[in-house]
C-alpha cells in the first residue's frame, strides 16, 4: 500500500529541525545561529525536483541558514516562521494547484501533527515523537538530519518508476 501511495506524490514538504537536521540548534560566540545539513538528503531533494516533484519547506522557525540552503537546492517553496502548519498546506495548495491526496509531509514533532492529518502522505522520521510515528503511513530507518529525506527520495522515485531512468541520467 505504501508504494501506491508514493506513487500518488506531485509535491512533498518537509519540516526543517529534526527532519533536514538533527534537530540541535547551535548558535556561535556572537548569537548567529548555525545549522548543519546533510549532504544526501540534498541529492535527494535535486534528484525528486529532477523528476518533476515540488518540494517544499513548512517550518516554524525562521533561520537565514536555511534560507541559504534553499537557495542552494533551488527550493523557492519556503514557508518559515509558520505556527499553523495545517493554514500553511491550505495556502500552498492553492498556490501550486497539487490536491492534498497527492501530497507528502514529513515531520517529526508534535507541531507537524495537523498538518500530517490533511496530506495523502504523512511520514515520519525514524526518532520522530511516537504520536508522530502513530499519525505516519510510512517512518524512515534513518534519523532525522542523518539521510531520512534520501531514504523517501529514493523510495518515491523507486515507487514512481523514475528511480532508474533518472540514475542513467544525471549518472551515466
Given at each position: 500500500m505504501t508504494d501506491t501511495l508514493l506513487k500518488q506524490i506531485t509535491m512533498i514538504l518537509l519540516d526543517v529541525d529534526g527532519v533536514l537536521t538533527t534537530g540541535q540548534v547551535i548558535y556561535n560566540d556572537t548569537g548567529q545561529e548555525t545549522k548543519v545539513f546533510h549532504v544526501r538528503d540534498g541529492l535527494g531533494i535535486r534528484m525528486l525536483m529532477e523528476a518533476g516533484l515540488t518540494v517544499g519547506i513548512v517550518t516554524g522557525r525562521r533561520s537565514?541558514?536555511?534560507?541559504?540552503?534553499?537557495?542552494?537546492?533551488?527550493?523557492?517553496?519556503?514557508?518559515?516562521?509558520?505556527?499553523?502548519k495545517a493554514a500553511a498546506l491550505d495556502d500552498i495548495l492553492k498556490e501550486t494547484g497539487i490536491p492534498s491526496a497527492a501530497t507528502a509531509?514529513?515531520?517529526d514533532d508534535l507541531p507537524d501533527l495537523p498538518i500530517m492529518r490533511r496530506v495523502g502522505m504523512p511520514i515520519a522520521v525514524g526518532d520522530?515523537?511516537?504520536?508522530?510515528?502513530?499519525?505516519a503511513i510510512m517512518t524512515t530507518q534513518a534519523m532525522g538530519?542523518?539521510?531520512?529525506?534520501?531514504?523517501?527520495?529514493?523510495?518515491?522515485?523507486?515507487?514512481r518508476g523514475d528511480w532508474n531512468p533518472l540514475i542513467k541520467r544525471l549518472f551515466p
Open positions: 537565514m541558514a536555511l534560507v541559504h540552503r534553499c537557495r542552494n537546492l533551488g527550493i523557492s517553496l519556503l514557508k518559515d516562521g509558520i505556527r499553523d509531509f514529513v515531520g520522530a515523537h511516537d504520536l508522530v510515528k502513530q499519525a538530519g542523518c539521510g531520512a529525506v534520501r531514504e523517501i527520495s529514493e523510495r518515491i522515485l523507486q515507487a
